[in-house]
């Protein structure tokens, strides 16, 4: 995977921008998750500083992966379209200090550093967009769920009433 190693400080003190595409393949926690490997993630990082003088990110993830549906257990196209923003602390201390100043949950803080990988970062937030259980709104026949209602079976207990006359 190519990393993209910033320091998340300065990044942000110069309002710096980033951005770019990783493929699927690439990011190995996410392509477990997937049906195939394929599909390619687009990014885009923004450094700022805010009101308060803490160092923010902004990232956008966006992308297509092929998830399993757990109805029919066929391919399921989910389009991941994700932004966060991200609060930098130097330290958990900290971090758990801004946290309570901030008081949002639309606001997440993290610890940042010099050698910060913002590549992990992506596919954190890409894991994140991903539903927990996903399901296609109307599934297409010939999924494991199709066929075994297509296919209907003797009872068990059919047996048994034979056997009683």
């Given amino acids: 995977m190519n990393a993209l190693v910033i320091d998340a400080f300065e990044f942000c003190r110069h309002k ?3 951005q770019g595409q990783i493929p699927v393949a690439e990011l190995g926690r996410l392509a477990q998750e997937t049906v195939d ?5 687009s990014w885009t990082l ?19 992966v092929n998830l399993i549906c757990q109805r029919c257990l066929t391919a399921l196209p989910f389009e991941i379209d994700s932004r966060s923003l991200l609060v930098l602390a130097k330290d958990e201390a900290q971090a ?12 997440d803080v993290i610890v940042g550093t010099a050698a910060f990988d913002a590549a992990n970062l992506v596919e954190d937030e890409a894991l994140l967009a991903l539903p927990v259980a996903p399901k296609h709104a109307v599934c297409p026949d010939g999924g494991v ?6 296919t209907e079976r003797a009872s068990p207990f059919a047996v048994l009433k034979k056997l009683k006359q």
């Fill in 46 to 64: 923004s450094g700022d500083i805010d009101k308060l003088g803490h160092a923010q990110l902004s990232l956008a993830v966006s992308g297509v």
């Fill in 16 to 18: 710096q921008q980033a």
């Fill in 145 to 150: 769920v199709a066929e075994a209602t297509g």
């Fill in 37 to 41: 490997r394929t599909g390619v993630i």
């Fill in 96 to 107: 758990d200090a801004i946290e309570q100043l901030l008081d949002d949950d639309q606001i």
